[in-house]
């Protein structure tokens, strides 16, 4: 894969340092690294950007300081995530034990998810169909194996795929932050679907749909593919209320 980062030399007037900081943000913002992405390594980094180590490090301590990187261990900086668990986790705990919040955030979810559908439609890339094929993959084989768990998770790696494929950066924030929540509501939605024996194929058939439309860069066959999905997945869990 060729590198990500190019040479650099500050204008006159400029820190070096925040001509570096603002390249490695501006990949942040056009979606070539996403939260959890690791940067390479120092000595490298330096020389894809033609930049002296000392001038890098102040760059990287910059980005540490406003919460854009994060240095973990064997890793060295990666890309932080930015949105905080203080929302998902109280979710979480109103979704164990109140239906209600399950259909909230399915509300929630057909608002951000044909909006990425639109827009992964208009702005997919190759690379982009071939994860949320990959996902969709798993998703049936973890199925067929019945490991529900991992199916509805790789469920969810579904939807984000289609999230990142929009190239928001904003909207596949959003959709990271609340992955755990996602995860957890696409578990319920598959448990309450799965009292049909016929919901599986039913799902895959949509998802498939979603991925078709996205490929032949059509936003309004998008957006119906992922509204039929959703409206599908709501009215199993009605079904499950009455």
Request: net charge negative; glycine share 4%.
């Amino acid at each position: 894969m060729s590198p990500i980062f190019s040479s650099i030399e500050a204008p006159p007037g400029s820190r070096l340092s925040d001509v570096i900081a603002e390249q490695i943000e501006r990949r942040i913002v056009d979606g070539c690294l996403h939260p959890g992405d690791a940067l390479p390594a120092e000595r490298e980094l330096a020389r894809q950007l033609q930049v002296s180590r000392p001038s890098l490090r102040e760059a990287l301590l910059k980005l540490e300081a406003r919460h854009i990187l994060e240095v973990r261990r064997n890793a060295g900086y990666t890309v932080a995530e930015v949105t905080a668990p203080s929302l998902t986790d109280p979710l979480l705990h109103l979704m164990c034990g109140h239906r209600k919040a399950v259909g909230d955030v399915l509300e929630l979810r057909q608002g951000l998810e044909t909006l990425a559908a639109t827009l992964a439609a208009m702005r997919a890339e190759a690379g982009d169909i071939e994860r949320m094929t990959e996902a969709l993959e798993a998703t049936e084989r973890a199925h067929r194996a019945g490991d529900v768990s991992t199916a509805a998770d790789w469920d969810a790696r579904f939807h984000l795929a289609v999230a990142e494929a929009s190239h928001n950066v904003a909207l596949a924030h959003v959709m990271r932050g609340m992955f755990s929540v996602m995860r957890e509501n696409v578990r319920r939605a598959r448990e309450a679907l799965f009292a049909h024996a016929d919901a599986e194929p039913v799902l895959a058939t949509q998802h498939r749909d979603l991925v078709a439309a996205i490929r032949a860069h059509d936003p309004e066959a998008a957006v119906r593919a992922a509204e039929t999905h959703l409206r599908y997945i709501r009215e199993g869990i009605d079904a499950l209320d009455s």
